[in-house]
T-cell receptor
């Protein structure tokens, strides 16, 4: 079956702009989580959605937000981009909250 | 919140030998411990996971052990092959807790031919 699909794969934005990243989970998976991966901080949890409701949120500023649609697809948005937001953003889906995540290949965001 | 320490950061072994990666966690409420393998340009791939009611789990050449008392868990890879070369991450979760998965910093495993 198809894996977790993230679009776009690469993105270059200017400081101060906003960006929206998209994630399509594995069919039947209702939980979608987002992580930020950087060389310095590693993999850090952003938030998790289940049945369109945000269940958990990591320690990130309010500029980072997300949502989940009725078909379980999810988007995350980063407003007022900063240079430090440059990272690989990973989406993961699972059948249940917090177990058995399958990750997508990520969106590489570069802020210039 | 949870803190996960992972060692070593780099591990080089001869092809055919075994590799062991160790992690410790701080939150005694953590009850789910997955291991991920990440190859260049790809997302992390779940290779094995264990829950706190189990002390050991095996899947072919891969095994994970968990010591709840000491709050540490380890990944064991036997008969290593070139395709095992990658970065490996351990993680911990309270399973529905507030922090999602907390990851270790990763181990770059290099298999020498």
């Amino acid at each position: 079956k198809a894996g977790v699909t993230q679009t776009p794969r690469y993105l270059i934005k200017t400081r101060g702009q906003q960006v929206t990243l998209s994630c399509s989970p594995i069919s039947g998976h209702r939980s979608v989580s987002w992580y930020q991966q950087t060389p310095g901080q590693g993999l850090q949890f952003l938030f998790e959605y289940f049945s369109e409701t945000q269940r958990n949120k990591g320690n990130f500023p309010g500029r980072f937000s997300g949502r989940q649609f009725s078909n379980s697809r999810s988007e995350m948005n980063v407003s007022t981009l900063e240079l430090g937001d440059s990272a690989l953003y990973l989406c993961a889906s699972s059948v249940a909250v917090s177990y058995g995540y399958t990750f997508g290949s990520g969106t590489r965001l570069t802020v210039v | 919140g949870e803190n996960v320490e992972q060692h070593p950061s780099t591990l080089s072994v001869q092809e055919g030998d075994s590799a062991v990666i160790k992690c410790t966690y701080s939150d005694s409420a953590s009850n789910y411990f997955p291991w991920y393998k990440q190859e260049l340009g790809k997302g992390p791939q779940l290779i094995i996971d264990i829950r706190s009611n189990v002390g050991e789990k095996k899947d072919q050449r891969i095994a994970v052990t968990l010591n709840k008392t000491a709050k540490h868990f380890s990944l064991h890879i036997t008969e290593t092959q070139p395709e095992d070369s990658a970065v490996y991450f351990c993680a911990a979760s309270t399973g529905g807790g507030a922090d999602g998965l907390t990851f270790g910093k990763g181990t770059h495993l290099i298999i020498q031919p």
